[in-house]
Every structure is written in structure tokens, then in C-alpha cells.
């Protein structure tokens, strides 16, 4: 543009290229404020390539998803399942009838919500110490009660040894799908957690630290860490639990109330272990952890009030921070090419499980996704960083000083020639290990009036190929980055 205005004035005298100079002497903050001006003139190229961007989408999910089936939740299945929720939820209201016939209404406890978890075995130092050495052949246990109680300290022992942090959870899934694949959803939640990961570690990466301060993004690593922690801790047991089934060759799903598992929960697994139909099970799983932290986190005052409610979290759909995205393979460039959903409200339980199922659906019942997803697994160990998918664009170290002003580096999602990488940190960089509190004790399941209608129908999304919205997603915060920089808001990074 300054080369353009020096040729209409005639020739390209000194007297024309003073004020090119006197602009370059500008403060840093004026320039930034006049670039962020100028930005409208650029908006009709912006739409072209976003819609460009959209069709090239649009074409490359109906290629992934060209000639697949979808998955399907079974009749039979079904109405199983929910014959065996009733007989629970019959057996469940004679039960608090005969009690309340029986005796007057309780006191509360000593202990308080504490004390409706004193009966269940704790796990034992001896068997932390097993479960801190390598996996190996589990000892045999003797039988009945006695070697009922030593499995479930087992099971405990080793879910609470791998709920360190998200990268333990994160490898803990990826391992054990890679021993029982016929567990879909062991697959899904690795590539959900990795999202967690990466979403953990952007709090302290190149970007969030200039738009959020320390407190925020502490509230906000929080409840992405309780949440994480608690789904780990209830659903980890119950893979374990079932593999020991089938290396044992017992039922031994009697002992999922004792590990703390909702009712809902048991004849989901009694299914799947006569059948092998591992479409109701994910499902089950699903609306069960879902329903887990809706109390416990979503609902949670505190969270609610330091997160939920901000207007940061507010604005995660307009700057699309909501992405869980699974990396496929790469682009004729080399960059990443991602499938994924976006997830609008966080707070609405029964998005979050329909977000689920959908993601389940794409993962499964698309051949291109699964195999690139599954390879991406297979080949890279979940750090927390973004390099882990995208080491073009992200780097693990920090390559220029922290509090450096920041400067545009991308162009239609991609470095800009020239251009220092992000900075993305791995998890053990970013956060520090948090102990994990147990889960406030109760069971969520009411009845099956609630969770049939999610045992309905497990379509592919229409549109799931997000590489285009990715790179968008990135340019947006970049620009709200250099916007609260030019303006002077937003915190000091460092």
C-alpha cells in the first residue's frame, strides 16, 4: 500500500517517503491499533478462502464417510437393557419402602458424606506397591470374599497410580485399547483426553497468558482437571474389572458397586460381556460419565462462578476453543489434516453426551478417520503439547522471551515465512500434579425414562472434516490475541 501511494503522487521523491518513515518511528501500540483499522479491507478475501475452506471440507467428509455403515444400536439390545433398568428401578423403590417402613428416618453421620464410603476397601500399601511396579502377570487370588476384596484394592490401587494426571489417563486408555480393541470406547476416550490435554496446556501456551491472567486460567485448569480425574476414576476400574473378566474367565461384575459404579452400569456390561456388541456398551459408557460430572463439576457452584459463567468461557464458541479434533494424516504441505466436532454448550448435559456419541460415530463408522486416528495413536505418545499433531506449527520449548510483545505469525493457519512456532508446552511444563480428590458419593441413575432416548440412533455428522475451521479457529485467536495487545487490555504474559 505505501508503494502504491507513492506512485500516484508521481515520482517517488524523498518528500514522499518522510511520512512511510514517520510511521515506521510510531509506537508499537499506534501501528497495532492501525492494522487492526485496516483489517476490514481484507475481510472479502477472508470469506473466499473460509468458504473455500468449507467446501474442500464438505468434499473431504463425504469422501472419509463414502460407502460406510453407520453403527447401530440394536432393537433387541435395547429393549433389554431397558427391561433390566426397570427391574432395577422396581428393586430399587421396594427397597426404600421396606427401609422406611422399618425405622425412622436417620440421622446424618458422623462423617458425614465421607462416611457412605467407609465401607469399601481402601487400597492396601502392599498393593500400591504391586500396582507402582511394571504390568505384569496380576497374582493369583484365592476365591469368595476374601479374594473379592484383595481384586477391588487392586483395581483401585492401579486406577488411583495412573490418575496422576491427564498424560497418565491419556496412555492408560491408549494402553489398554491397544489390548482390548473390541472396548470401543477405551479408543475414544484416549483422543477426548489428548484434546484435554492440549486444552490444559494452551492455558500456559503462546496464546491464552495475553488474553487470560493467572487466576482465570488456574479456575480454568481446574475444572478441566476434576473433570478429566473423575471419569478417569470411575471408568477406569470398570475397564480393568472387565478385562479381569476375561482373563479369569469369571463374572466377576457383582463387584462394580464396590468400586463405587452406578447401578445404570451393570447390565450394560452384563451385555456386553454375553454379546460382545460394543455399540450399547460405548453408548453406556457415554451417557454414564457424562452424568458422572454433571454434579460433581458442571453443576458445581465453584465452577460454575469461576468458569462456566465468565465471559471467557462464553467466548469460546465465537473464537471456536471448543474444537476436539483427531488427527487423521497429513496434507500434500505436511500440515495436519483433523476430523472433529465442535461442541457449543458445555453446560448442557445432553449436548455433551449427543457431542459424544457423534464423535463415537465418526471414529467408528468412518474407515479414512479410524485408520488415520488409530496410526496418529499407535505412533505418538501424548505429551500435552500440540507439537505432539502439529510440530510444524507448534513448538515444545519456548523460542522467544516471555514477555515479548506479541507479533502476527500466520497466514490461513500457518506459519508465516519467517515466523517463530507457537509456543505449546507439554502437560509436566504447564501444570504441576494435583492430588484427586475422591468424588462426592452417590449414584445418578433415577430410572430408564431418563437415558433411553440416547439409545436411539448413532448417525455420522454431516459435516466432520474440521482442517478448514481449524485454521480459521487459529486465525481468530491470533486476532483477539493481537487485539487485546494493540488495545492495551489483557494481561502481561510471562
Given amino acids: 500500500m505505501e508503494a502504491g501511494?507513492?506512485?500516484?503522487?508521481?515520482?517517488?521523491?524523498?518528500r514522499q517517503e518522510r511520512p512511510s518513515a514517520s510511521a515506521k518511528a510510531a509506537p508499537p501500540q499506534r501501528r497495532r491499533l492501525l492494522e487492526l483499522l485496516l483489517l476490514p479491507a481484507a475481510l472479502p478475501a477472508a470469506a473466499y478462502a473460509y468458504a473455500a475452506g468449507k467446501r474442500r471440507s464438505r468434499k473431504a467428509a463425504a469422501a472419509l464417510a463414502a460407502g460406510s455403515p453407520?453403527?447401530?444400536?440394536?432393537?433387541?439390545?435395547?429393549?433389554?437393557?431397558?427391561?433390566?433398568?426397570?427391574?432395577?428401578?422396581?428393586?430399587?423403590?421396594?427397597?426404600?419402602?421396606?427401609?422406611?417402613?422399618?425405622a425412622p428416618a436417620p440421622s446424618a453421620p458422623a462423617g458425614g458424606k465421607a462416611a457412605a464410603w467407609a465401607g469399601l476397601p481402601k487400597a492396601s500399601p502392599a498393593w500400591s506397591a504391586e500396582a507402582a511396579a511394571a504390568l505384569g502377570a496380576p497374582p493369583a487370588l484365592p476365591a469368595g470374599p476374601a479374594g473379592d476384596a484383595a481384586l477391588v484394592q487392586r483395581l483401585r490401587a492401579e486406577t488411583a497410580r495412573l490418575n496422576r494426571n491427564n498424560v497418565t489417563r491419556t496412555e492408560a486408555y491408549r494402553a489398554f485399547y491397544l489390548r482390548r480393541p473390541e472396548v470401543h470406547w477405551a479408543l475414544l476416550a484416549h483422543l477426548v483426553s489428548r484434546n484435554g490435554g492440549w486444552n490444559m496446556s494452551d492455558l500456559q501456551g503462546e496464546w491464552l497468558p495475553r488474553l487470560l491472567d493467572l487466576h482465570k486460567r488456574r479456575c480454568t485448569f481446574g475444572m478441566l482437571e476434576r473433570a478429566n480425574a473423575l471419569i478417569f476414576h470411575d471408568a477406569y476400574p470398570q475397564l480393568l474389572l472387565y478385562e479381569e473378566c476375561r482373563r479369569t474367565r469369571r463374572n466377576?461384575?457383582?463387584?462394580?458397586?464396590?468400586?463405587?459404579?452406578?447401578?445404570?452400569?451393570?447390565?450394560?456390561?452384563?451385555?456386553?460381556?454375553?454379546?460382545?456388541?460394543?455399540v450399547p456398551l460405548t453408548v453406556g459408557l457415554i451417557v454414564n460419565e457424562q452424568h458422572f460430572i454433571e454434579e460433581r463439576v458442571v453443576q458445581n457452584p465453584y465452577y460454575r462462578r469461576k468458569v462456566l459463567n465468565t465471559f471467557f468461557f462464553g467466548m469460546q464458541s465465537?473464537?471456536?476453543?471448543?474444537?476436539?479434533?483427531?488427527?487423521?494424516?497429513?496434507?500434500?504441505?505436511?500440515?495436519?489434516?483433523?476430523?472433529g466436532l465442535i461442541l457449543e454448550d458445555f453446560s448442557d448435559l445432553a449436548e455433551r453426551i449427543e457431542f459424544g456419541k457423534r464423535l463415537y460415530a465418526m471414529l467408528f463408522a468412518v474407515p479414512g478417520v479410524a485408520k488415520g486416528a488409530l496410526a496418529f495413536v499407535k505412533a505418538t505418545r501424548h505429551t500435552g503439547s500440540r507439537s505432539d499433531y502439529a510440530p510444524e506449527l507448534y513448538a515444545p520449548v519456548r523460542h522467544g522471551a516471555p514477555g515479548a510483545a506479541y507479533r502476527e505469525r500466520l497466514r490461513g493457519g500457518r506459519l508465516l515465512p519467517g515466523a517463530e512456532p507457537l509456543y505449546s508446552p507439554p502437560l509436566s511444563a504447564a501444570w504441576a500434579d494435583r492430588p484427586v480428590d475422591d468424588p462426592e458419593p452417590g449414584d445418578w441413575f433415577k430410572g430408564p425414562e431418563d437415558v433411553l432416548p440416547y439409545f436411539r440412533a448413532l448417525p455420522v455428522p454431516d459435516r466432520f472434516e474440521l482442517t478448514a475451521d481449524y485454521r480459521i479457529a487459529l486465525g481468530k485467536v491470533e486476532l483477539a490475541v493481537l487485539a487485546a495487545s494493540g488495545s492495551g487490555f489483557g494481561p502481561k504474559p510471562g
Avoid at 433398568?85 to 422406611?100: M, Y
Avoid at 461384575?253 to 454375553?274: E, I, T
Fill in 5 to 14: 501511494s507513492g506512485s500516484e503522487n508521481g515520482q517517488g521523491s524523498g
Fill in 252 to 278: 466377576l461384575l457383582h463387584l462394580l458397586p464396590q468400586l463405587g459404579v452406578s447401578a445404570f452400569m451393570r447390565p450394560v456390561w452384563q451385555q456386553f460381556l454375553r454379546t460382545g456388541d460394543a
Fill in 318 to 339: 465465537v473464537l471456536q476453543l471448543n474444537q476436539v479434533l483427531f488427527p487423521y494424516g497429513k496434507d500434500e504441505g505436511g500440515d495436519p489434516l483433523v476430523a
Fill in 70 to 102: 453407520p453403527l447401530a444400536l440394536a432393537a433387541p439390545a435395547v429393549a433389554e437393557l431397558r427391561a433390566a433398568w426397570r427391574k432395577l428401578e422396581r428393586a430399587a423403590a421396594k427397597a426404600k419402602a421396606a427401609a422406611a417402613a422399618a
